[in-house]
Nanobody, 122 residues
Framework: QVQLVESGGGLVEAGGSLRLSCATSGRTFSSAAMGWFRQAPGKDREFVARITWSSGITFYADSVKGRFTISRDNAKKTVYLQMNSLKPEDTAVYYC???????????????WGQGTQVTVSS
């Protein structure tokens, strides 16, 4: 089992910044990569960003490219999502998730956190 706990969400004005954290514990050696996903009200959950544990290779959704940065601290087993230039359309519940593969497909992520709310006011 892998446990994931997100933190760092909140309310911010448009143009502001937030940093989300995802602390992992348990059988983390089974995880090859971590992803951030988000779900806005009335919409499907969507991919945001992904990073591999070993090499730190990243991949982003076009909607956040250039504004969001995913990073990891292997010693702390923690993944971060730095979100800058936030827009009202970034409002969503943000989830971190763990996968054994290198993928952005949600179905391939086998462990999920509880989510943290991000609200961007206009």
């Amino acid at each position: 089992q892998v446990q994931l706990v997100e933190s760092g969400g909140g309310l911010v004005e448009a143009g502001g910044s937030l940093r989300l954290s995802c602390a992992t514990s348990g059988r983390t050696f089974s995880s090859a990569a971590m992803g951030w996903f988000r779900q806005a009200p009335g919409k499907d959950r969507e991919f945001v960003a992904r990073i591999t544990w070993s090499s730190g290779i990243t991949f982003y959704a076009d909607s956040v490219k250039g504004r969001f940065t995913i990073s990891r601290d292997n010693a702390k087993k923690t993944v971060y999502l730095q979100m800058n230039s936030l827009k009202p359309e970034d409002t969503a519940v943000y989830y971190c998730a763990s996968t054994r593969g290198i993928t952005i497909q949600q179905s391939q992520y086998n462990y999920w956190g509880q989510g943290t709310q991000v609200t961007v006011s206009s």
